[in-house]
């Protein structure tokens, strides 16, 4: 039987999410917490991989078993997890669901403050200068209307294409704090935190929008800016065929 296993973390302490010989993931914790309560290994497939240092609100594994899983178990295992990684749900899904493959679109927030704040230091980006929303809007505005995002992957990743369609693109303003949302059907490796450096830069009038519009028509790995910390990037959501991405059976 296939399970969907929803999860929510903060990355701060890990090396991302996908299990890694270079020090602590989610994954690896949460193999740690099965083993540890079920006295077995369950290997898990990831739904996508996040950064070291980035969250998420929602992600998923899946895995298989020949056993019914007790809701109650959830419990038990967030006991035996470090506080920081949290089991929302588990729930049967059809034989051959993917939590990857089956995935619609993934949606990312970047968080930006600008004012010393204790409580956004590990989950959003201090960048004390002041920005221009409607021009950080036309910009993201712009980018709805591109599909080769090679400027803003990272150089030796290897995919097949370069193509994201962009289903969401903006930012907006709620006090001092900035957030920008984007969905896209598949985001390439440091895409994300490409577009919110270089968009900052576009706020901040050091880059006009010929030179940001430039960027993206070079379709060039590593052409955009690539300095935006990953502390400030929370995945939201995964979104999948069926309502809350279970696909049950």
Not at 39 to 55: I, Y
Request: proline letters at 3%.
């Amino acid at each position: 039987m296939r399970y969907f296993l929803e999860v929510s973390y903060k990355g701060t302490r890990y090396n991302g999410f996908q299990i890694q010989n270079t020090g602590a993931t989610i994954q690896g914790e949460i193999e740690r917490a099965f083993a540890v309560f079920f006295k077995e290994t369950l290997p898990l497939t990831g739904s996508s991989r996040t950064d070291s240092g980035v969250h998420a609100l929602q992600n998923f594994f899946h895995f298989d078993w020949d056993k019914a899983f007790d809701s109650q178990w959830i419990y038990n295992l967030n006991a035996i997890l470090p506080p920081d990684i949290v089991l929302k749900e588990v729930r049967r899904v059809a034989d051959d669901a993917h939590c990857r493959f089956d995935a619609l679109s993934r949606t990312y927030v970047y968080k930006v403050y600008q004012f010393k704040n204790a409580f956004l230091s590990d989950t959003a980006c201090f960048y004390p200068y002041p920005l221009d929303l409607e021009v950080m809007n036309q910009a993201a505005s712009l980018l709805k209307d591109y599909r080769d995002f090679s400027s803003f992957s990272k150089k030796n990743t290897q995919v097949k294409t370069f193509n994201c369609n962009l289903m969401e693109s903006g930012w907006n303003r709620e006090g001092d704090v900035w957030e920008y949302q984007v969905t896209a059907n598949r985001f390439l490796r440091g895409m994300v935190r490409a577009l919110v450096a270089t968009m900052l830069r576009v706020g901040r009038y050091s880059l006009d929008m010929e030179a940001f519009e430039d960027i993206l028509k070079k379709t060039a790995c590593g052409t955009a800016y690539f300095d935006a910390p990953a502390r400030g990037l929370t995945l939201t959501r995964v979104h999948y065929p069926v309502s809350e991405g279970m696909l049950v059976k």
